[in-house]
């Protein structure tokens, strides 16, 4: 069985083609990358709208399959910039009406978690899910991926690339900050906000900035210390989460998994609680549309049927919207 899975939430419009057992036969993207300033949604839209026909081309070649040989089609239905997942749902619905193949909206967050089980030896994690827009530490709890805690305004990676715009340096900011982060740098005072289980990220940014004004100050130096203040963060209420739900595995998920400095403080709160951390290789880290096809087989092998009109997109769907009826326990 194969399924053909469509990724457009935000930047990434990618095509990936997955098998049984997660056998990921391609996993094609391209990525928007503004000039200058965030995502203009329209811009990312056309952007995806331009190289949707060649992406969904290249990942059928380098499957080696023809479209027939597809037997479900997936696509992110949220959540994501309404602009960019209309672009991914219309190649969805148009290849699966054009082509009489079965189509089925799926969830990107749960989408990140069910490639992050599959790739990974976790068996039921506490799981961080840190990228641009996305903050949240979740657990499968009766039926449901539940939020035991997000972020109450601006994604962790959001934060990274708009400190990282201030300080001229290319998007995306993380991977440069990262380096830095293991030089040789002195802590600045920064806010540090966490709210029960909850994270927040504006106040921090705005400390940062302001912090630049002051000629005494060396960037590398704030750079550090705003990301020891969100990885901390990040980590403190990860460790909550671990205690409340008593499980004994983090799996790490979203673009900021990337970070080492995050899997450094993550690991050691972890071997502090005799708990073990799960990160997938990067490429299914990132916004991926192989996790779109994968989550597509699973869902659809549980019995997921949608009809047309159930495909319309979903921008502020969450995760724990999502029955989880492939999972029984
Ligand atoms: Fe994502």
Redesign the pocket.
């Known amino acids: 069985m194969k399924c053909l899975g469509i990724e457009s939430?935000?930047h990434t419009f990618g095509c990936g083609i997955v098998g049984n057992n997660c056998k990921v036969y391609a996993n094609e993207k391209e990525i928007f990358k503004p000039e200058t300033g965030g995502i203009l949604p329209r811009e990312a839209a056309d952007h995806h709208y331009l190289l949707a026909k060649e992406v969904v081309k290249k990942a059928l070649e380098r499957a080696e399959c023809e479209i027939e040989d597809i037997d479900v089609i997936a696509f992110s239905q949220g959540p994501g910039i309404g602009n960019c997942l209309k672009v991914g749902a219309t190649t969805a619905r148009a290849l699966a009406l054009l082509n009489n193949i079965s189509i089925l909206g799926v969830n990107?967050?749960v989408g990140?978690i069910e490639i992050g089980l599959a790739k990974t030896k976790a068996k039921d994690p506490v799981i961080v899910?840190a990228?641009?827009a996305?903050t949240q530490i979740m657990a499968f709890e009766n039926g449901k991926y539940r939020i035991f805690g997000e972020t109450i305004d601006i994604g962790i990676g959001n934060l990274l690339d708009s400190f990282g715009r201030e300080l001229g340096i290319g998007f995306p900011a993380g991977p440069t900050l990262d380096n830095w982060y293991f030089e040789n740098n002195n802590y600045i005072e920064l806010p540090y906000t966490v709210k029960g289980s909850d994270l927040a990220f504006s106040g921090l940014l705005t400390a940062a900035k302001n912090k630049l004004n002051d000629k005494n100050n060396s960037k590398k130096d704030i750079s550090y210390s705003l990301l020891h203040n969100a990885f901390a963060m990040l980590t403190e209420v990860t460790e909550r989460v671990l205690a409340h739900t008593e499980k004994k595995e983090v799996l790490l998920i979203?673009?900021v998994a990337a970070s080492k400095a995050l899997r450094k403080m993550l690991t050691e709160m972890c071997e502090d609680r005799n708990a073990k951390l799960f990160v997938p290789e990067t490429q299914f880290c990132?916004?991926n549309a192989a996790m779109i096809a994968w989550l597509g087989i699973v869902m659809h092998k549980a019995g997921n049927k949608m009809k047309l009109k159930d495909t319309q997109i979903l921008p502020n769907q969450r995760a724990d919207e999502i029955i989880v009826n492939w999972k029984i326990r």
């Open positions: 939430t935000a990107h967050c990140h899910y990228s641009g996305n979203g673009g990132t916004d």
